[in-house]
């Protein structure tokens, strides 16, 4: 159990101090992953920026998704999980989670672009994984810009997600797996939906 955000990253960034003599580059996912992101980085001495994904929500329950989407335009759909949506309206929520990806450039980087990834060590820091769909395509884009080696690093996990992105990524860091793992909200004390602004305090 971690006391909030600010715990579980400083206890991740001590999970990874392997990786300090590596020169990595700390990204974290928007906007839960942002400030152990940054506690990630600040102990590790690493470049940071944010790598922006968004879930492909479900039209009847946007809490709950069928894929997700990169800045670059990777995609990841579930295709038992899509079975439900139709075709246009999967190419409306595509275009509608583009739109807002390009406000979290604008918004949340101040419009920059990605730091450039090719022959690094990338930590991909969320703070936590559910389905998964946001960290496949952050792993996707961080492979296409030729990342030297990425690290999918996190404080929890359920153990089939731990499993697939040990295939996917060449290693991944989890701190906690629950037996009963239902949410990322069920091992923090404090939990709460992070804002815009809160991001921006960390740059």
Sequence with gaps: MFKDRKDAGQKLAEALQTYKEQDPLVFAIPRG????????????????SLLICRKLPFPSNP???????????????NESASASVSHKEIEQIIAQ????IKRRIRTLRGGRPLPSIKGRSVILVDDGIAMGSTM???????????A????????????????????MADEVV???SPVN???????YENWYDVSDEEVLDFF
Excluded: N
Aim: overall charge negative.
């Design 97 to 100: 989670q583009s739109l807002e």
């Design 63 to 77: 809490e709950s998704g069928f894929g997700a989407m990169a800045e670059d335009g990777s995609l990841y759909i």
């Design 148 to 167: 030297k080696r990425i690290i999918v690093a996190v404080p929890v996990a359920g153990r089939q997600t731990i499993q697939k992105f040990s295939q």
């Design 33 to 48: 992953g942002v400030e152990l992101g940054y506690e990630v980085s600040k102990v590790l001495d690493a470049d940071f």
């Design 136 to 146: 496949h395509v952050a792993v996707e884009l961080c492979r296409k810009e030729g």
């Design 181 to 187: 793992f239902y949410a990322v909200a069920q091992v």
């Design 174 to 176: 989890v701190l906690e």
